[in-house]
């Protein structure tokens, strides 16, 4: 079998060949008008666009839409590709939405070792005051990569869940549009591949938020990151499309959208989100490249005296537009996880979900509400007054569907038969995580909290927990939940509770270090800071933080190498160990080629447990 | 991995996209057409974005609202072009529905002509893409005005640049038998592609073109 076969090679090839294409063309064009052949800054910029053409021309995402358009039939093909391992499905194209879901979750959990590995280097620096071994460049580099990096690794993560867990919970064969779905994950390699190589041109040094005007005078790494993030989001938006009609058109027969199991909620507010905010990224990004590129002031308020035709472009447009996209998006990356939330609790209670439309309804509040909240990022920007008392109440009212989940959290768990299993205790230290960041939210979302509190560590201790209660821990409580789903095969139950015994402390000592060590006065993004802070205790907080970092990266790997071991030695699950009602589990582990040997048939409610009557049933063989 | 044993499980044999018959191809452009709603309902979040950069920087200091001082007679004849566009559009579409192949033919070349003009007037007219006419035109450099009009205009130009590729497409597709009564989902989407994309100019004409003082003149 040659090296070529893999798609993820044919995939980094063909994205270098057509970063070369397109430097090409561009020196070409230069020429042709006389320019000298060579600038960095276009032949870079035109080169990314290419390798990303380049990337998804070579691994094949693009094939089946070149033959529709010379008029040849593309019949789906099923099963692992021909004449190859049937392991080789993985690292190329695949239709099947089960194998594009493990495609997105190892992608997503490879970029978190990589994001997590630059936050254990600069927390390393940080540990003590002084400078220790990171240059200043390197430093500002490795804030705004472990933040994008990150970004990048949620949005694969929550996009492995709901590509996985959508159709088997609705009981469809595949999602609407699966050649959609496979282009949908394929963005996501290019885009994250140029974001990583963008170091190796001088990176990007403004933060992952990347404000104009530092941005549009940075280093051309700044190019590759903004294509980086184009690329990621086109697959945003193409995949939230793609559940949208997956949702709204696939269910079967008798499930109501108030029966559909409650992930499926969460991830129908997500994708609302996801379809329409992300434009508003790209647009940002793309005004400030065509602002490098091409000289178009959007950002730049040009000389004093400057006219309408000769600059007053505003920094502060940026800001509304990029965070019109970047406060939503924190809803994207916390909505799955709180919907994994509601779906665990039920199994581990073996109760009903409390107020199941209520938490239905609050994933959609929270996503609508999130479209008017942007300006709260903005209190010390400069924009009108007024205005900060808008975007102060829109903020808190945020926590009112919030505080809807929590309740019925608290209600599912009231007098349940409760089990603590690994997902379990993950689903649990996932509330009390995202508890310490919701009640850190309303002090950074009133105006006379945060002007003092803005830019200091104490926005990065919320912003953590925020993504560790929304999304690290519901995910790690996912891929133990349904490890055995995907592998047939149980993890090692004691390691699991040996990650969560280390994990848990560990991230309330690093979230609740970094708002203390904020309140004492540490800005955010500086490598260096004043040892005499809080009485000269800021160090020992500083270390405390540092080491708790390194046992949450510990425990990752952990879990991994037990997920490792497990896949090959782990006791067999069966199909249904967790005893749960929800229809992916009515089928065998793994699940075959084609999950539902029959059409699935719903009777009763998702989480009605105690109660014989099944959910759901599938029609017996012949029937239809 | 055991992961990867997914694969070995027999072919059922499900009728997925391999069904033929008239009721799957109807399911079937039912979710194609919600899919593309939803999809220009992404897009309009783009165009409605430099809608906000345009109302939010096309101020001067005074508070009062300005625009640049563009070709009123280009701006007129493009936007007339469009909209005629639309309706041979619409014309090629109920064509194929009604099995009429010459006209539907037909009126896709003149749609790609009028699209093809509207192109020519942007590119060529109004940014002075010709090296004999370029002196006095506006630059993408020239200001809040010049970034405003090349991003808006260019990011429509580049969706009625599509919209030609994709209807020459069709065209191709159509001469070669493709398309029938029943079955041209291709035809509608690139139809209603088309309309959606000179809907967007309906917004980015008097944007650009009407609404404000005409910088410089009578200021």
Redesign the interface.
Known sequence: MSLFSLGLVRAIVGQILGMLTGMATTMLIRVMLGLPAWAAEPSWTVGAIFSIIGALWAVGALSDWAK??K?EET??H???PEGK???T??FGVDY?H??IG?QYTVWGIFLLLVGGTMALIFRTELAESGRQFLSLELYNNFIGMHGFIMIFAILLGIGGMANYLVPLMLGA??M???R?NALGFWFNVPGSLLLLSSLFIGGWDAGWTAYPPLSARGPIGYQLFFLGVFAVGLSS?VGS??L??TI???RPKGMSLFKMPIFCWAVFATSLIQ??????I???FL?VS??RA?????FDP?LPG?????????PI?FQ??FW?YSHPAVYIFILPGLGIISELLPVFSRKPLFGYKWIALSSLAIAIVGFLVWGHHMFVSGYAPVLRYAFMYSSLLVAVPTGVKFFSWLGTLWGGKLTFETPMLFVLGAISVFLIGGLSGPILGTVPSDLPLHDTYFVVGHFHATMFGGFVFPFFAALYFWFPK????MYNETLGKIHFAIMTPAFWVQTLGQMGVGVMGMRRRIADYDPTLGGGSIEAWQLSITIAGFLIGFGVLLMLWNF?QS??VGVLAGDNPWRSRSPEWQIPS?????SF?SPMVVHGEPYDYGLPEPYVAFAAAGDD | MSVATLGHQADHGHADGHDDSQAAYLERTRRNRLGMWLFFASEAFIFIGLLAARFYLWVDEGGQMMRPELDQVVGLIVTVVLLLSSYFMNRAEVSIANNNRRDFLWSLVITAILGTIFLVGVIIFEWGMLPFIFEGHLKPSDGVFGAVVFGMTGMHALHVLSGIVLIGNVWWLGRKGHFSAERHWGVEATAIYWHYVDLVWIFFYPALYLIGHAYGVGH
Do not use: C
Not at chain 1, 590 to 594: A, L, N, T
């Open positions: 529709w358009m008029g019949p789906m099923h099963g692992p391992p049937a392991w499905r993985y099947n089960k194998v493990v064969e595949d609407a549009f699966p959609l938006i499309l793609n949208l009609v709204l058109q696939m379809l329409t905010a992300t434009q508003l790209g647009l940002s005004m065509t602002q091409l000289g178009m002031g959007f040009g400057a006219t309408l035709m000769t600059g007053l472009g505003d447009l509304h537009l019109f995907v592998t047939g095969r490792f896949a090959e793994p699940i075959p080629e084609h040997a």
